[in-house]
């Protein structure tokens, strides 16, 4: 499904939800993958 409307109505105009998702992923991953 495609939930870019949805994102884009709750984030507000104007914001981009892809430019953190480097950061996020690498955050998230790190954070699962520690012993």
Do not use: N, S
């Amino acid at each position: 499904a495609d939930f870019d409307v949805q994102v884009r109505a709750v984030l507000g105009p104007g914001h981009d939800p892809f430019a953190e998702a480097e950061t996020f992923l690498t955050t998230m991953f790190e954070r699962l993958l520690k012993p």
